[in-house]
C-alpha cells in the first residue's frame, strides 16, 4: 500500500512539474488575458506601482504561448516607456527584483511593431532622474532595438 501511495504521489508531482513546465499559469500576477492590457492603455495616465509591477511579472514567460498576448504586452510596454509615467516603470524594475529583467530587457530589444516610436521611448527614459542604473540597463536595451532599424 505505501509503495502505491508513493508511485501516486511521484506521478503527482510529475504532472504538476510537467503542467509548470508548458506555461500553464494558476498564479493571480500571470493572467494572460488580452482585456488587462486593454485596461492598461486606456488607464495609462492613471496606472500605479502595484498594476505596473503585475504587467511585468507577466513577462516571466508564463503568456509566451499567448502570441496576441505578447504581442499586444511589447506595445503596452513601449507605450510605458513613452508615456510621462515611465519613471514609474524604472522605479519598479528597480525596487523589485524579482521581476524577470532579462526578459523584459529582451522585449524592449525586439519591439513587436514597426510603428512603435523607440527614440521617443530613448528619449523619455533618457530624461528619468534617479534609479540611474535601471535607467541605464533600459537606454542599454532600447539602443540595441534601435540597431536593429
Known amino acids: 500500500m505505501k509503495s502505491i501511495m508513493f508511485f501516486f504521489s511521484v506521478l503527482f508531482l510529475f504532472v504538476i512539474e510537467t503542467v509548470s513546465g508548458n506555461n500553464f499559469c494558476n498564479r493571480d500576477s500571470c493572467i494572460c488575458d488580452v482585456h488587462n ?16 509591477k503585475n504587467f511585468l511579472s507577466t513577462f516571466d514567460g508564463c503568456c509566451i504561448n499567448n502570441v496576441e498576448y505578447t504581442e499586444f504586452s511589447n506595445e503596452i510596454l513601449y507605450s510605458l516607456l513613452g508615456h510621462n509615467k ?23 530589444e525586439n519591439p513587436i511593431n514597426d510603428q512603435i516610436d523607440i527614440k521617443k521611448a530613448y528619449k523619455n527614459i533618457k530624461a528619468i532622474k534617479g534609479c540611474k542604473s535601471m535607467r541605464n540597463a533600459i537606454l542599454k536595451s532600447i539602443n540595441v532595438a534601435i540597431s536593429k532599424l
Open 37 to 52: 492590457l486593454v485596461e492598461m492603455q486606456q488607464n495609462m495616465d492613471n496606472l500605479t506601482t502595484d498594476e505596473i
Open 86 to 108: 515611465a519613471y514609474l516603470l524604472v522605479k519598479v524594475l528597480s525596487e523589485n527584483s524579482e521581476l524577470p529583467l532579462n526578459n523584459i530587457k529582451q522585449a524592449i
